[in-house]
Structure formats: C-alpha cells, structure tokens
C-alpha cells in the first residue's frame, strides 16, 4: 500500500447539539470532566486536509471509511 504522508483525515468530536467539543471524553464519548458542562459525543466531523472533503457522523470507522475512499487528487493517483 502506498504511502502517504501529507494527507491526513482531521476528526473532531461534536456534541449532539453538533456545536465542536473539545473537552476531555472518555473512550465512549462521556465527558470526563462531570463540571466542565459537556454534553458528551453526538458525532464526528472529519475532513480531509488535502481537498474539501468533510463528512459528520458516528461511528468513527465509518468516516474514517468514507475518508480513505474519497475521491481528492491523491486518491485519483493510486486508485486509477
Ligand atoms: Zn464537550
Ligand atoms: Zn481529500
């Protein structure tokens, strides 16, 4: 398999609320701090950090899926 080194998938967690959290979850999305007025994780919003590709939604490998098939300029490169 190829290897890439510039892109890159970004992920952040999201409330459900869909505003971005960046409070310290727990590995099953509760927020680990109870006063720090999180909601927790609703979703994930990932984007891709070499075209505009972006996509929200949960589980995690899912997007991670949806990234590594996308269609941006490297993937035209190794996938034709
Ligand atoms: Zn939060
Ligand atoms: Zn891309």
Do not use: F, N
Request: charged fraction near 20%; glycine fraction near 6%; include cysteine.
């Amino acid at each position: 398999m190829p290897r890439h080194t510039v892109r890159r998938m970004l992920i952040q967690s999201r409330h459900p609320d869909k505003t971005a959290c960046s409070h310290r979850l727990t590995s099953s999305g509760k927020p680990r701090d109870p006063e720090s007025g999180c909601a927790g994780r609703g979703d994930y919003l990932a984007r891709c950090t070499t075209c505009t590709w972006s996509s929200t939604g949960s589980p995690r490998t899912s997007l991670e899926y949806a990234w590594s098939t996308h269609a941006c300029a490297d993937h035209q490169e190794t996938l034709s």
